[in-house]
């Protein structure tokens, strides 16, 4: 966990959200865990995607957290 926000901020990237605690209203399910990450461009995010750093910690993601990775433009 704790070598995650290196391999985001490698790309140019940081949290706007980073919650796994209790959550105070939804509209569906969340799920246990929320994390936004705005990267400048989603070529940038692809970038860590492919990274070697991020698949480092990829097995780790994959066996702690459910959910999609999703890479999406953002709002201007």
């Known amino acids: 966990m704790a070598a ?26 969340p799920g246990p865990v929320s994390v936004v990450i705005e990267f400048t461009d989603a070529a940038a995010a692809m970038d860590w995607k492919s990274a070697d750093s991020y698949k480092a910690i990829l097995p780790m993601r994959l066996d702690n957290f459910e959910g999609p990775l999703v890479i999406c433009d953002g709002v201007e």
């Open 4 to 29: 995650v926000p290196e391999t985001i901020a490698e790309h140019g990237g940081r949290f706007l959200v980073r919650h796994m605690g209790e959550k105070f209203y939804t509209e569906g399910d």
